[in-house]
């Protein structure tokens, strides 16, 4: 009985590991065929300066508005996306539309755009993102690319000097996720960040924890002293956003605000200060 178990098990698994691949393989081909069919867009979600209660950006989220299973969040692709290459397109994708879209808004209204580690591998980047600029008419300044500490993992020669190259077109550049690796803190002498985003977590558990309050407390202090712009993530209710602005954080984004929406609703989002219903 015990070795008829184990070989079931045994197959099951094997089943099991083939199905998983399998699946894979069909999200592969899906996104492909979706590339094509035009199923990808930006999302955008306000960002907004604490101290004015003003919108000074919207952060572009890509969605993947699929015509069975809905709208599909990039957690559920991105990472297969990078492993398969196909993020370079979608990542151009997002450029052009941020860009093109950003243009059209008021023009002290920026753009963020997520970068994944796999497009600094991509030697055209530079390229890529000033044909977004040119083809748009948009104002360097008026775009924030952000990206996490895995792109200034790896290697960092080649990296910094995109970095740099880009920095010197006028382009912002920011560090998403703050506190969520290891190192963060040298990774802020490694590039002179124009920005700080202090991630989610700290911010959902400032009201249950008294080490979020110290932490939120630190990285804003540490942007003030190094001159650089804190903006935290996931602010969803007017206690968390009272912290913020009592600790001196410069700006918050989330749902408390507006949750993302498409591109057809910023002139909504900038009319109304708090659009909290989803989209
Ligand atoms: P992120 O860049 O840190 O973006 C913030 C995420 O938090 C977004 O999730 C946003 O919808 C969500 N969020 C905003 N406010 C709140 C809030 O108040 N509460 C909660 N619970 N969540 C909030 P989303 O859109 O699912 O994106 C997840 C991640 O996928 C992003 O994290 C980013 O790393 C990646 N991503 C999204 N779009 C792109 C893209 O165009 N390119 C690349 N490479 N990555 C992208
Ligand atoms: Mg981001
Ligand atoms: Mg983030
Ligand atoms: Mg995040």
Known sequence: RAKA???GTYRFFETGMDARAQARRLLEMD?????QRDEFQPYYQPIRDVASDRVVAFEALLRWNHPQRGLIS??????????????????????QSACADAATWPDDIGVAVNLSPVQFKNPNLIASVTEALEKSGLAARRLELEITESVLLQNSEATLTTLHDLRAMGVRISLDDFGTGYSSLSYLRSFPFDKIKIDRSFVSELATREDSVAI??????????LGIVTTAEGVENDAQLELLRREGCTQAQGYLFSMPRPASDVALMLERPRLRASA
């Open 5 to 7: 178990d184990g070989r």
């Open 31 to 35: 996104m492909r065929a979706a590339l």
């Open 74 to 95: 990039p957690l559920n692709f991105i990472p297969l996306a990078e492993e398969t290459g196909l993020i370079i397109q979608l990542g151009e994708l997002v450029l």
């Open 216 to 225: 939120i407390r630190a990285v804003t202090g540490l942007g003030r002293s």
